[in-house]
């Protein structure tokens, strides 16, 4: 029986193996041919092709970052955005005026109770009522403890978990032009978002394409300042 368990699985075991060296050969071609570092000869500048690579990986890194940090600011601003706009809208600046999250029409909307969960962007410009009143009463406790024994050693202090059926929200009257200039959502559209994306994948490649001729274009000016002619065509 278990042989025959084998026997069934083995071909397919052997046909993965196969499709995985098929991808690693395809990259190692692509890396190869479009992403490694041709060496240029280097009279004046101390570089050998270990260094050309971290430079390479330190540009290509930078560029990655500013694609993650253009998707967050995306996300930040159309996302998280809509609804920091709506309680604008709804002139949501007073604790007594602050609304559920059924009011605002949010109640199932899972990524805006995640970051009013944490300490987060989000949370740190809305502000929930009840999570207000229940730090104050906190820090009453902390007092009365502190009062009673002569410092807060010992005190624990109790951790506050969101209602988001009864829990209302709300922006600062004195915060909210700050918030709704934050989050903006002006240039943080789509068009914007690609735009991003094509401008620095341009320059992605053209690093990896031009990094050893603008390395070899320096070493040739150092040579002809140094006036000793080592200059590579």
């Known amino acids: ?20 060296s098929l991808w690693e050969e395809l990259w190692a071609y692509i890396e190869g041919k479009y992403f490694s570092v041709d060496m240029g000869r280097y009279e004046n500048i101390n570089m050998g092709s270990g260094s050309l690579i971290t430079a390479r990986n330190i540009i290509l890194g930078m560029c990655v970052g500013i694609i993650i ?9 159309n996302k998280l955005g809509k609804f920091v706009r709506k309680i604008i809208k709804e002139e949501c600046f007073w604790p007594e005026k602050a609304k559920t999250l059924e009011e605002l029409g949010y109640l199932k909307d899972a990524a805006i109770k995640s970051n009013m969960r944490r300490t987060t962007v989000l949370s740190k410009v809305v502000k929930c009522v009840e999570k207000e009143a229940f730090e104050a009463d906190v820090a009453k406790m902390r007092e009365a403890h502190i ?9 624990i202090e109790p951790k506050y978990n969101i209602d988001f059926n009864t829990a209302h929200f709300y922006i600062p009257d ?16 789509w068009r914007a978002f690609l735009l991003v994306i094509i401008v620095t994948t341009i320059i992605a490649v053209l690093v990896c394409f031009l990094l050893p001729d603008m390395v070899q274009l320096v070493d040739n000016l150092i040579g002809i300042l ?8």
């Open 1 to 20: 029986m278990f042989g025959l368990i084998i026997s069934r699985f083995l071909p397919r075991v052997r046909h993965l193996t196969q499709e995985m």
């Open 69 to 77: 940090a253009s998707i967050m600011a995306a996300y930040d601003k």
């Open 147 to 155: 009062a009673k024994n002569g410092n807060d050693k010992g005190f």
């Open 174 to 189: 004195e915060e909210h032009y700050a918030a709704d200039i934050r989050f903006d959502h002006k240039g943080s559209g």
């Open 226 to 233: 140094k006036g000793d002619g080592n200059v590579v065509n």
